[in-house]
């Protein structure tokens, strides 16, 4: 696995469920190398308790540990792909083309495939793409990196006008609203002139979000649609599933998110970002080629996590129910704090007293001001149930009025 973040942790700990060894490439101790050590040699993986098959049967070099080591340096990635059979990402910000290369050096297979990888990692690319193929997205438009380009564009579109980065961007750094032409100097600025593109404003009634599971043999299957409540380009609570007026939107969120998926190649986990726009219709926002923060909700909430069903799809086996195993759930990201008043002790001590709620912390080494430090995931027999034990989560969260 490239990257060994949260997404890699929560991954490394399906993986280990099932005895799949795993071999990270990442810097450091990063949050997934704290999970799972790459099976020894001396364990036989064809025993009965194992689900690979002898095609993907490990070699003896697994026992040699996770790799330390940029996941964008060519050398490193090729290291890793010697060491496996099957190589995946937990991260769309990778050097595509040096996974190209150790692909047609060592033979390993790549899923998804870094043709989608390479799509989806730039976010112009991906709309002109998704344009393409029929997918309703928010109208976009590619802006030189000068003031008068985005000014030109304000006048064009009108404003609040979205300018976002098309490489590298994540938790909205990288997205910059222009709501008055004199802010142009400040978003060229704040998006440190790199290539940026335009999109026209999108006022949606609520953000939704459907992970999509595809297999080896293109079979496309999709989890509930969930609501997704950002914070400052951040998102901070999900709710699931989709409670809506009209009950057709949660079936044509579906649609709309496997049609979109059908567009790529290879397979895994893919997290849809959709905008429900107030006549009902769907826009999609974006689309990340891994398993998804609006998707951690799977493993207490669904029959099989998004995490368990991305080794299912990468490895040719055959994929588990998305359907859920509760009546409803919601999950609360933890962000860290930069001031001296950090209150995730409190919520986190709170959360341990909540029934049905399960605390994941990441182990990153340090905290910073909206960095993913864990999340807690709260299950129930109702939306009532949930949104009761939710409540002494959000209140842990509040400044003490003290
Ligand atoms: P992520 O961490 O999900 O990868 P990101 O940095 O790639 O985030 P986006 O998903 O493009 O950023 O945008 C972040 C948030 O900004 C969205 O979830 C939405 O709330 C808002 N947003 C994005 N595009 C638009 C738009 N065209 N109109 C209105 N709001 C938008
Ligand atoms: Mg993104
Ligand atoms: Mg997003």
Request: aromatic share 4%; charged share 20%; net charge neutral.
């Given at each position: 696995?490239?990257g060994?973040?949260?997404l890699?942790?929560?991954?490394?700990q399906?993986?280990?469920?099932?005895?799949?060894?795993i071999t990270?490439l990442?810097v450091?101790?990063?949050?997934?190398?704290?999970?799972?050590?790459?099976a020894p040699?001396?364990?036989?993986?064809?025993?009965?308790s194992?689900i690979?098959?002898?095609?993907?049967?490990?070699?003896e070099?697994?026992g040699?540990?996770h790799i330390?080591?940029s996941?964008?340096?060519?050398?490193k990635i090729?290291?890793l792909a010697r060491?496996v059979?099957?190589l995946?990402?937990?991260i769309?910000?990778?050097n595509?083309?040096?996974l190209?290369?150790?692909?047609?050096?060592?033979?390993?297979?790549v899923?998804?495939?870094p043709?989608?990888?390479?799509?989806?990692?730039?976010k112009?690319l991906?709309?002109?793409?998704l344009?393409?193929?029929?997918?309703?997205?928010?109208?976009?438009?590619?802006?030189?990196?000068?003031?008068?380009a985005?000014?030109?564009?304000?006048?064009k579109?009108g404003?609040?006008l979205m300018?976002k980065s098309?490489t590298?961007?994540?938790d909205?750094r990288?997205?910059f609203?222009v709501s008055?032409?004199?802010?142009?100097?400040q978003?060229?600025q704040a998006?440190?002139?790199?290539p940026s593109?335009a999109?026209r404003w999108?006022?949606?009634?609520?953000e939704?979000?459907?992970m999509?599971?595809?297999s080896?043999?293109?079979?496309v299957v999709?989890?509930?649609?969930v609501e997704?409540?950002?914070?400052?380009?951040v998102?901070?609570?999900v709710f699931a599933p989709l409670?809506?007026?009209?009950?057709a939107?949660?079936?044509r969120?579906?649609?709309?998110a496997?049609d979109?998926?059908?567009?790529?190649?290879g397979?895994?986990v893919f997290g849809?970002?959709?905008?429900?726009?107030?006549d009902?219709?769907?826009?999609?926002?974006e689309?990340?080629?891994r398993?998804?923060?609006?998707?951690?909700?799977t493993?207490?909430a669904?029959?099989t996590?998004?995490y368990?069903n991305?080794?299912?799809?990468?490895?040719g086996l055959?994929?588990g129910?998305?359907?859920m195993?509760?009546?409803?759930?919601?999950m609360?990201?933890?962000?860290?704090?930069?001031?001296s008043?950090?209150?995730?002790?409190?919520?986190?001590s709170?959360?341990?007293?909540?029934?049905?709620?399960?605390?994941h912390?990441?182990?990153?080494?340090?905290?910073?001001?909206?960095r993913?430090?864990?999340?807690?995931t709260?299950v129930?027999s109702?939306?009532?149930?949930?949104?009761s034990r939710?409540?002494?989560?959000l209140a842990?969260?509040l400044?003490?009025?003290k």
């Amino acid at each position: 696995m490239i990257g060994g973040g949260q997404l890699g942790r929560m991954l490394a700990q399906s993986a280990s469920l099932l005895t799949i060894p795993i071999t990270i490439l990442d810097v450091g101790h990063s949050p997934a190398k704290h999970v799972i050590h790459p099976a020894p040699s001396n364990i036989n993986p064809l025993t009965s308790s194992n689900i690979l098959d002898a095609n993907t049967t490990p070699t003896e070099s697994h026992g040699e540990g996770h790799i330390d080591g940029s996941f964008s340096d060519p050398e490193k990635i090729l290291e890793l792909a010697r060491r496996v059979d099957v190589l995946t990402v937990e991260i769309e910000h990778v050097n595509v083309a040096a996974l190209e290369s150790a692909e047609r050096e060592t033979g390993v297979l790549v899923q998804p495939r870094p043709s989608t990888i390479r799509t989806i990692q730039d976010k112009y690319l991906q709309k002109v793409h998704l344009v393409k193929h029929g997918v309703p997205v928010a109208e976009s438009e590619a802006v030189a990196s000068n003031a008068a380009a985005i000014e030109e564009q304000c006048k064009k579109w009108g404003m609040p006008l979205m300018l976002k980065s098309r490489t590298g961007a994540y938790d909205g750094r990288g997205n910059f609203v222009v709501s008055d032409i004199s802010q142009a100097g400040q978003a060229l600025q704040a998006l440190k002139d790199r290539p940026s593109y335009a999109e026209r404003w999108a006022a949606f009634k609520k953000e939704i979000a459907v992970m999509v599971v595809r297999s080896l043999t293109g079979e496309v299957v999709s989890y509930p649609a969930v609501e997704t409540v950002h914070k400052e380009s951040v998102c901070h609570l999900v709710f699931a599933p989709l409670r809506s007026d009209d009950p057709a939107v949660e079936e044509r969120a579906r649609k709309v998110a496997e049609d979109a998926v059908r567009t790529f190649e290879g397979a895994g986990v893919f997290g849809v970002e959709m905008f429900l726009m107030p006549d009902g219709s769907i826009l999609v926002n974006e689309i990340a080629p891994r398993p998804h923060n609006s998707g951690h909700y799977t493993i207490e909430a669904c029959n099989t996590s998004q995490y368990t069903n991305h080794l299912l799809a990468i490895l040719g086996l055959p994929l588990g129910s998305t359907g859920m195993k509760v009546p409803s759930a919601a999950m609360l990201n933890i962000l860290g704090f930069s001031s001296s008043f950090s209150p995730i002790s409190q919520l986190v001590s709170t959360a341990l007293t909540v029934p049905g709620a399960t605390v994941h912390l990441y182990g990153k080494a340090e905290s910073r001001k909206g960095r993913k430090m864990g999340h807690i995931t709260v299950v129930g027999s109702s939306d009532a149930e949930v949104r009761s034990r939710l409540r002494p989560l959000l209140a842990a969260l509040l400044p003490d009025p003290k």
